[in-house]
Nanobody, 119 residues
Framework: QVQLVESGGGLAQAGGSLRLSCVAS???????VGWFRQAPGKEREFVAA????????YYGDSVKGRFTVSRDNAKNTVYLEMNSLKPEDTAVYLC?????????????WGQGTQVTVSS
């Protein structure tokens, strides 16, 4: 079974950037991976997904053009590069194994990493 651990969250100013990492352990990392986010009182929202080979990639409408998902299979790591951050990007960011845009098609969720964007 794959275990996922997110890192890289923190505090950023509006317009700034952060890079999140999702490191997999436990078995060969050859799965599609998705990033989601959840703000207090809101539903878990699809952010991005990437296929095992690194492409194609998929993005939620609210982050398209600002966020980039990539992976380094040799390091068992999936990255989420976040640019032009906005206060509304504030949330806990989680990665999981699966495919599609629905949270119900993902499993082996990580514990999440907090991203806070100040205006």
């Amino acid at each position: 079974q794959v275990q996922l651990v997110e890192s890289g969250g923190g505090l950023a100013q509006a317009g700034g950037s952060l890079r999140l990492s999702c490191v997999a352990s436990g078995r060969t990392f050859s799965s599609s991976v998705g990033w989601f986010r959840q703000a207090p009182g809101k539903e878990r929202e699809f952010v991005a997904a990437i296929n095992p080979s690194g492409g194609p990639t998929y993005y939620g409408d609210s982050v398209k053009g600002r966020f980039t998902v990539s992976r380094d299979n040799a390091k068992n790591t999936v990255y989420l590069e976040m640019n032009s951050l906005k206060p509304e990007d504030t949330a806990v960011y989680l990665c999981a194994v699966g495919s599609g845009r629905s949270k119900y098609t993902y499993y082996n969720w990580g514990q999440g990493t907090q991203v806070t964007v100040s205006s």
